[in-house]
């Protein structure tokens, strides 16, 4: 496998969570770099072989504010 994408979301409890599209990879951390070894962690134990070389990740932010 060439890449993985993740979608990075902030937590509503502080932090961050990803979830990668097309596998059942979830991970969540405080800090942008933490969540980026996190996220390392999950794809070795998701994958025996053909690890992805390269990860995508596409952060989200939701913002609301009245019209």
Known sequence: ????????EES????FEAR???HS???E?????ELKE???EAIRCHFEK???K?????YVKEEVFPA
Not at 54 to 58: F, T
Request: net charge negative.
């Open 1 to 8: 496998m060439k890449e993985i994408i993740f979608i990075v």
């Open 12 to 15: 509503l409890d502080g932090g």
């Open 20 to 22: 990668a599209l097309e």
């Open 25 to 27: 990879i979830f991970t």
């Open 29 to 33: 951390a405080e800090t942008a770099e």
């Open 38 to 40: 996190n996220i390392k």
């Open 50 to 52: 053909d690890i992805p």
């Open 54 to 58: 390269i990860v995508r990740l596409h």
